[in-house]
């Protein structure tokens, strides 16, 4: 999979939400953050399909199995990290991107800044938040 950073501001569609420059800024964060993601899955991919030789005791193994379990929850995790990534891009790329999916206000330059993948405003998400931890009781 292939990523283009953005040349210029005027490559992408204007942003209610954010200035040009700002929209470059975080264009090009989110596809550096996506080629980061798939090239540490390419490593890990081939760490996990490696041919190796059984381990020569049962502590052995269990360690081998417990790292190999390990490499599985982080190949998970960036997976569904690598999906909010395309979404954001495909965000920039329709000219909805900044925007909460809660509220319809703007999500703000520096939470995005943070978190790139963000898709709600920050009382939002912590009203979200809130909610969650008092239903989990």
Partial sequence: MQFEKAKTAK???EDPYLS???LLTLQHLLVERAEGILEGSRG???ELTEERSMPPDAIDMAS????REFAIRLARREHRLIEKVLQALQCIKD???GECLECGEAIGYR???TRPVARMCIDCKTQTEKFERISAM
């Fill in 20 to 22: 040009p420059k700002e």
């Fill in 111 to 113: 939470r995005l800044l």
């Fill in 95 to 97: 000219g909805e991107y």
């Fill in 64 to 67: 081998a199995e417990s790292d």
């Fill in 11 to 13: 490559d992408l569609p």
């Fill in 44 to 46: 890990a991919v081939a």
